[in-house]
């Protein structure tokens, strides 16, 4: 049972790049999750999501894009990078009330 | 709005003495509670949740928690503490309201075992 799958596990951008965050999970959850953990930090959510088709802001959502077009997939979208997005990111789902499975976590630098 | 709130950046506890993380929420609704430990460069391992019921939630590796509903607080605790407990320890949050069931976290405190 894979959990949840985060790729890429590290990645550096240039600044105005583009890229997307893969997260994808095999447990059915309905909810999904996007936090970024910047260093000493705790998780700040960007995005979340309650089901396909269905998506929210979190605390911190300005700079990325989500979609959830499957209750599998929930792509992380970066339109044009900055320094200020350098940071780890977990995606995590949940059941309706259950703890969140977290990934293992993409590091990004954006120089 | 939900919220978390855990008062210390770092504990430091001798190995061998019991500890204590300190966590206290702030929620419409009833309180899902959740604890869980990040070990360096990892994402974050659950170690127990309290839901419903019994107050005091037993979880992995000896640590337990207490729900006290009066305080809402949701303290983390070990009667023995390990040196390889020292990680960042986050508490956290959820309540089933509408579509904010979304997991809130606190910043994370971090455990320092000394032997």
């Known amino acids: 049972n894979a959990g949840v799958t985060q790729t890429p596990k590290f990645r550096i951008l240039k600044i105005g790049q583009s890229m997307t965050l893969q997260c994808t999970q095999d447990?059915?959850?309905?909810?999904m999750y996007w936090y970024r953990q910047d260093p000493g930090m705790g998780l700040k959510l960007i995005y979340y999501?309650?089901?396909?088709?269905?998506?929210d802001k979190g605390e911190v959502p300005n700079g990325y894009n989500v979609s959830r077009s499957t209750t599998e997939d929930f792509p992380l979208r970066l339109e044009l990078a900055a320094p200020s997005q350098t940071s780890v990111y977990f995606c995590a789902s949940s059941s309706d009330r259950g703890q969140g499975t977290f990934g293992s976590g993409t590091r990004l630098t954006v120089v | 709005a939900q919220s978390v709130a855990q008062p210390e950046d770092q504990v430091n506890v001798a190995e061998g003495n019991p500890l204590t993380v300190k966590c206290t929420y702030s929620v419409s609704g009833n309180p899902y509670l959740f604890w869980y430990v990040q070990y360096p460069n990892r994402g974050l391992q659950f170690l127990l949740k309290y839901i419903t019921g019994d107050n005091l939630v037993k979880g992995s590796y000896g640590f337990e928690a207490e729900f006290n509903k009066s305080q809402t607080s949701f303290h983390l605790k070990k009667p023995s503490a390990l040196v390889s407990d020292s990680a960042l320890y986050f508490c956290a949050v959820r309540a089933l309201r509408g579509s904010q069931g979304n997991l809130i976290f606190g910043k994370g405190t971090k455990l320092s075992v000394k032997p």
């Open positions: 447990m059915n959850h309905n909810y």
């Open positions: 999501s309650v089901g396909a088709g269905i998506t």
